[in-house]
Nanobody, 127 residues
Framework: VQLQACGGGLVQAGGSLTLSCVAS????????MGWFRQAPGKEREFVAA??????????TDSVKGRFTISRDRDNAKKTVYLQMNSLKSDDTAVYYC???????????????????WGQGTLVTVSS
């Protein structure tokens, strides 16, 4: 499975961005999708996840109410989005999309639960 993330850029605080992640490859079955981010000098952290079969979503507390993870209604597109509103300078980071299978609910926030990773897209929020 290959993941291609895009949509990052420079935005002012309070603004919005939408990240996209497109999955390709021949792996069969459904994949649960996640977004993680890594700010300069910090460890990679969980942002949001989506259970493909049910569209159930999970968020880290700092983005609840501001970010929305969703998937394209056309399953053939294998695309997941991260809509980010009311952006803050603390949201500045490289954002990575990730995919995995058979992830139990308690493990969605753990990076090692995801077998596949995209290359990352930089989001910079200016204050």
């Amino acid at each position: 499975v290959q993941l291609q993330a895009c949509g990052g850029g420079l935005v002012q605080a309070g603004g919005s961005l939408t990240l996209s992640c497109v999955a390709s490859g021949r792996a069969s079955g459904r994949f649960d999708m996640g977004w993680f981010r890594q700010a300069p000098g910090k460890e990679r952290e969980f942002v949001a996840a989506l259970r493909w079969s049910s569209s159930h979503t999970f968020y880290t507390d700092s983005v609840k109410g501001r970010f929305t993870i969703s998937r394209d209604r056309d399953n053939a597109k294998k695309t997941v989005y991260l809509q980010m509103n009311s952006l803050k300078s603390d949201d500045t980071a490289v954002y990575y999309c990730a995919a995995g299978q058979g992830i139990i609910i308690s493990a969605y926030r753990t990076a090692s639960s995801y077998a596949y990773w995209g290359q990352g897209t930089l989001v910079t929020v200016s204050s």
